[in-house]
């Protein structure tokens, strides 16, 4: 199976028209062209990753168990209860940060599929969906946007921020950061000096994964320094955010946290 044919619900979306509500149907046929014969799981495992490895965005690890929710969603989908399917996308997919889950949420209130029909909320998703600039939701998003009027507008602007201060990737990035720097501070009992701190090795440790194989607890840690490092360095590599150097360096997460925070109550 290719990508090409897996990724059925953006592979039409240059043929979207610019009416609203043709669009709808036009995306809703986008969605369901290449359902038969298509193995579900694979499909969309792949449409997830086009949706969310598109810039450089400090890669998030995905688990099993999200999986198999995604998986859970399409199903349900499938089987047109639509109910169940927004209830999983807006509140089990969305929230980690899965950008094709926050693209239903605002597909499913633009179609009125298992929740009222809100084509201003469903901006907001789409403008949620489309922050790393994938081609396929910026589409769907600018589309929505211009059938708006400037109140509409206005209500779309502020839901979006509301959003973005919840699920964008910026907060989960920081959240991450946290439980990264919490994790290496139990490991070695005190906080990190600012040009990183060296695991101790004195006490030999295994780490068992839910596979049931297991590496060194200094291997782990170290895995988890280095995710640390490259989810800062992101921070720091991104002017626009505004982040003093010196509290990337001295991992500064509340002060980091709070510039996050004032940045995306702002709209460029």
């Given amino acids: 199976m290719t990508e090409r044919s897996c990724i059925r619900n953006y592979s039409a979306l240059g043929t979207v028209q610019t009416s609203i509500r043709d669009s709808r149907s036009v995306v809703d046929k986008v969605i369901h062209a290449s359902k ?23 890669k998030m690890p995905v688990d099993a168990k999200t999986v198999r929710v995604q998986t859970q969603a399409e199903e349900v989908y499938n089987r047109t209860d639509y109910k169940r399917a927004f209830f999983i996308y807006r509140n089990e997919l969305a929230p980690i940060g899965d950008k094709y889950g926050q693209y239903m949420v605002g597909f499913m209130y ?3 599929k298992g929740v009222e029909e809100d084509r201003i909320a469903a901006s907001a998703w789409y403008r949620l969906a489309a922050e790393r600039d994938t081609k396929e939701f910026v589409k769907v998003r600018d589309q929505v946007m211009r059938s708006l009027d400037d109140v509409e507008r206005a209500e779309s602007d502020r839901q ?13 990035l920081v959240r991450a950061i946290r439980e990264d720097y919490d994790e290496l501070g139990e490991r070695t009992g005190s906080r990190l000096s600012a040009g990183g701190s060296r ?3 004195s006490r030999p440790v295994v780490v068992v994964d839910m596979g ?15 995710r640390l490092q490259a989810r800062l360095d992101y ?11 010196e509290d990337i360096e001295g991992f500064n997460i509340r002060a980091i946290e709070r510039h ?3 940045y995306l109550e702002r709209l460029d």
Avoid: M
Avoid at 161 to 167: D, M, N, P
Avoid at 212 to 226: A, V
């Fill in 160 to 172: 979006f921020i509301e959003l973005r201060k919840e699920y964008s990737d910026l907060i989960l």
């Fill in 110 to 112: 633009l179609t009125g």
């Fill in 36 to 58: 038969a014969g298509l193995a579900v799981a694979a499909c969309l495992f792949v449409s997830v990753a086009a949706a969310q490895s598109n810039n450089s965005f400090p």
């Fill in 199 to 201: 695991l101790s090795t």
């Fill in 260 to 262: 996050i925070e004032a």
């Fill in 212 to 226: 049931g194989s297991g590496s060194s607890g200094t291997e782990y840690y170290s895995s988890i320094q280095r």
């Fill in 235 to 245: 921070i720091a590599e991104h002017e626009d955010l505004n982040v003093p150097k």
